[in-house]
């Protein structure tokens, strides 16, 4: 599973619209005044994706972290 996230990830930052932070898409929301709203959705959906794969990382970790503590 950790590999699947890490090759998830990897590729958000390679693919024709690369994964944005979330300070890139509020400049950009502001600066396109309403243009180009296609391309804010497809960056904000790379976002969104990526912050599931993050939290699912996260969550791996902990639950592997509480087993071994057992």
Do not use: C, H
Not at 5 to 17: C, W
Not at 28 to 41: S, T
């Amino acid at each position: 599973m950790e590999n699947y996230i890490k090759q998830e990830l990897a590729k958000l930052d390679r693919g024709l619209v690369a994964t944005p932070t979330e300070k890139y898409l509020e400049k950009f929301a502001e600066a396109n005044n309403g243009n180009n709203d296609f391309l804010l959705m497809q960056l904000a959906k790379n976002y969104g994706y990526k912050l599931a794969l993050l939290n699912v990382k996260n969550e791996i970790a902990v639950l592997n972290a509480e087993k071994t503590s057992k």
